[in-house]
C-alpha cells in the first residue's frame, strides 16, 4: 500500500529523469501532527466586505500571522478570498486578480480558500453567476496549484456570517493538515449553530462514537483519528474479522461489537452496546461496505443484493432504529462513507454505483430529521485511497486511478478519518446534508 513511485520520482537520479521527461511528480502532502502549528506562514485575507475584516480579526486571535495586503516576496501559508458581497461578475476581477499576483509566493502545502455565497440562494440573475463564477474560479485555479497545494471553497447560507461557527470550523479544517487531500472542493454551512470548541485538539472529549467496519483499512483509521481527538469509540465489524476487531479496539481503548450491520435488529444491538457500556451515544459513522464488481451484462442477484444491502439498506435500517430511539439525542451525529463512484460512476460498478448515490441520496433527505433533534447528517465520498481494497486493482489500472487527480497520488485512510472527525465535532453543526469529497480533486466526476 506504498506509492513506490511517488517515492522514486522524488528522490536522487528518479527525480531528475522525472523532470527531464515531464512526469508526475507527486508531492508530500501537509498532513496534521497533534501539536503542530495550524498553518505555518502568514495567512492573506483578501477581500473589502465587513466580512473579510472580521474574518481577519477572527483569525488574529486563533494567534497566526495575518496580512490584509501582501508583502512582496513573503512566503505565505494561505491565501483566502472574502467573496461573501459580490452581486455582479464583474465584482470578482479585483480580489481574484489581486490574490493571483501573490500566488507565487504560496508556500508548499499552501492553502487557498474562498467564502462567498450559494448561487441558487441569489435574489438576481447577475448575482447568482458571480456566485457561480466563483465555482468555476476555484476548482480551475485548485487544478493549477502545485507542491501539494490546495484550493477550496466555503458557501454561506442565508443568515449565516464569516465569522459564524460552522463558517469558523470549515475555514480551521481547511488550513490544517486535517483536509490534506481535500481539493477542489466546496462546502455548504447552512445554519449558523455550532460551537467552537475550546480545545482544538481534542473536539471530541466526552462523546461516544460508533464506527462500522473498524477492523480494517479506513474504518480502522476512523476509529483512531475519533480516540485521538478525543471520543470514546464503539468498534463494530463481522464476527469473521473478530481477531483484528479486537486489536484495533485494545490500540485506540474503545470496546468491539461483532455485528453484522445487515441483521434486522442491528439498530437496536447498536444502541443497547453503547448504552450498557458507555451510558450514551453520540457519533455514528457509516463506514463498512463491500465491492463486487461485475459488468452490468454478467451481473447475478447475489453480487448486486449484498452490496445493496450492506452499503446503503443497513444504513437505512440502523438510522432509523436510532432516530426513533430516545437515546439517539442531544446534537446527534452521524457521518455515512460514500465514494466519487457514486458520484461519476464507474465500468464495472453498478451496483457500488447504485449503493454510494443511495448513501448521499439518504443523507440530504434525512438532514431535516437529524436537525430536528439538533444532530446532523452528512458523507464523505473518497476518491482512490491506498487500503486493502484498492490494492486489489490489476497494477495499470491503479496507477492510472492513482494519478487522476489534482495531487497526483492517492489519499490515505487518515485523510477520509480527518474528515470525518471534523464532520462530527460540534463546531461542525451548522453542515447537514453535504456530501464532501476527499479525493485530491479527482477528475472523474463533478
Ligand atoms: P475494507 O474492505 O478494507 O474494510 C471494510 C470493513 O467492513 C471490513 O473490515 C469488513 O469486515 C467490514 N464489513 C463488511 N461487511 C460488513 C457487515 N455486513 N457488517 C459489519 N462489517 C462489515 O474497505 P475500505 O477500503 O476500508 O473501505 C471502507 C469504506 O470506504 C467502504 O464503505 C468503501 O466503500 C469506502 N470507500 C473506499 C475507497 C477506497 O479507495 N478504499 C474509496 C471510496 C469509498
Redesign the pocket.
Known sequence: MTDKYAQLVNHGLGRNVARKLGLPQPAALRRYQPGQPLITGPVLVQGSSAGADTLATELLSWDLDVRRHAVPREKLGAIILVLDEVERPEDLEKPILVAGASLRDLAPGGRVLTVSRPAPEADSPAAAAARQGVDGFLRSLAKELRAGATGNGILLAEGVQVTSPGALAAVRFFLSGRSAFVDGQFLKISSPAGELSHNPEQPLAGKVAVV??????????IARTLHRDGATVVL???P??GE??AAVANEVKGTALQ????RED?GQRILEHAMQRHGRLNIVV??????RDKLLANMDQSRWSSVI???IV?QLRINEALLGSEHFRGAPRIVS?????GIAGNRGQTN?AA??GGVMGMVRASAPLLAAVGGSINAV??????????ERIPFALREIARRANSLQQ??R?GD?AEAIAFLVSDAAAGINGEVLRVCGQNMVGA
Open positions: 462500522t467496519g473498524a477492523a480494517r483499512g479506513i474504518g480502522a483509521q463494530v465489524d463481522l469473521a474479522a483484528h476487531l455485528l453484522d450491520i445487515t442491528a457509516h463506514n463498512a461496505g463491500i465491492t444491502n450492506i452499503n443497513a462513507v460514500a465514494s466519487t463512484s457500488y449503493s454510494k465520498a473518497p476518491g482512490f485511497i491506498e487500503t486493502e481494497m484498492t492517492g489519499g485512510p477520509v
